[in-house]
């Protein structure tokens, strides 16, 4: 079959999981195509894994200028379409695949006419405090054959959200992140770390992800066990949390964006484990990561969390919005050294279930094919 990955978007997790996709697709044997923007941060590897013809590269607009976004908005509508209606409809295209919410996806449905269109929806409603117009991501998911979600749990909530009858909604799990390696060149980074224990929390700082609660815990925890670190790891606006974890010991506060090649190295350094304090979440892209290096995850009980480490048979968990309880589960963690001993070769073998081939393979039998 010939199918379309529609994801003009730049993005941050979105690039990496739309390409690992259609690499599995590949590997089923389909031929794959794709949409994207020139400035998507891993643009090069696209051009790496498709054939040649086989990716498009629209320009995509300077964020914060709405006259970029005008300008841009008017060249696609006026020329981008034209070719891409032009390209694509002599190829034929099966299924079209709008892998993350961008706001020219169904424009580059339309250009393209593909025989079935469909969405996966990462965060069916939006997270708490999150500036999105639920219209837009209405239409961009209401007017689809099928849509995906990434944990089991939320797939009724989905159809009710963009009325849509429930044979329509499919479960596939979040596939592998095995883009992310330990990088020898960076090596510098583990030699930081010199406590015995560290805690990780890694993504874009936003306020539903639970800063405030983990700030409190690991106060706790550090005044029992001082040999004991955490890295906040993540881009996006820390000035909420400045002052409260200027106060914390032993914490690195790497505030910027992070590129792939860094990822890997925070994630392997000795007796890492893990934090996901969300307040609110369907899914997370974290904990895939942390089954690449078998790295224990501890995790609130919110939303599909517990259905990603197997169904709660992997990591830690407590009570949302409890900061003791994230306490207390770092201070098993520590206490129960098998705990990590444990962890890691379940994680690791977990994450095979996950190969992307597998994950493509599960997406097109969902569709009937």
């Known amino acids: 079959m010939n199918i379309l990955i529609n994801y003009p978007k730049r993005g941050e997790g979105g690039p990496a999981f739309s390409l690992e996709l259609a690499k599995g697709l590949q590997d089923c044997g389909h031929q794959v195509y794709a949409v994207l923007v020139k400035e998507m941060i891993n643009a090069d590897q696209w051009e790496q894994e498709l054939p040649e013809g086989h ?53 580059v449905d339309k250009a393209v006419k593909p025989d079935m269109i469909t969405a996966i929806c990462h965060d069916p409603k939006a997270h708490s405090g999150a500036n999105r117009v639920e219209k837009l991501y209405y239409n961009f998911y209401h007017n689809v054959e099928g849509i995906f979600v990434l944990t089991r749990s939320f797939a009724a909530e989905t159809a009710g959200l963009y009325k849509l009858p429930l044979e329509k909604v499919h479960f596939v799990p979040h596939g592998r992140m095995n883009m992310y390696k330990v990088n020898d060149k960076l090596s510098s980074i583990q ?29 706790a925890v550090s005044e029992q066990y001082p040999d004991c670190e955490l890295t906040i790891l993540g881009n996006g606006n820390f000035d909420d949390y400045r002052e409260e974890y200027a106060q914390l010991p032993n914490v690195h506060l790497i505030n910027r964006f992070i590129e792939d090649d860094e990822i890997g190295n925070y994630f392997a350094v000795k007796n890492t484990i893990a934090v996901v304090p969300y ?46 309880g994230l306490a207390n589960c770092m201070i098993a963690a520590i206490r129960t050294p098998d705990f990590m001993i444990e962890q890691k070769p379940l994680m690791l073998q977990y994450r095979e279930t996950l190969e992307w081939p597998k994950i493509a393979a599960r997406f097109l039998k969902e569709l009937g094919f």
């Not at 609110?280 to 009980?301: H, L, R």
Request: aromatic share 14%.
């Open 55 to 107: 990716v498009v590269f629209l320009k995509s607009h300077k964020p914060g200028s709405k006259i970029s976004f005008l300008l841009t908005t008017m060249h696609f509508l006026f020329i981008d379409c034209f070719k891409l209606k032009k390209k694509f409809r002599k190829i034929g295209i099966d299924i079209s695949i709008r892998t993350l919410y961008s706001h020219w996806g169904p424009m």
């Open 279 to 324: 307040t609110d979440a369907t899914q997370s892209g974290v904990i895939p990561i942390a089954f690449e290096f078998g790295t224990p995850v501890i995790a609130s009980d919110v939303g599909g969390l517990k259905e990603q480490l197997n169904d709660g048979r992997l990591g830690m968990f407590y009570e949302n919005n409890d900061p003791e």
């Open 191 to 219: 030699s930081e770390y010199t406590k015995q224990y560290h805690f990780l929390f890694f993504g874009r700082i936003e306020d539903y992800k639970g800063l405030h609660i983990l700030a409190k815990a690991y106060k």
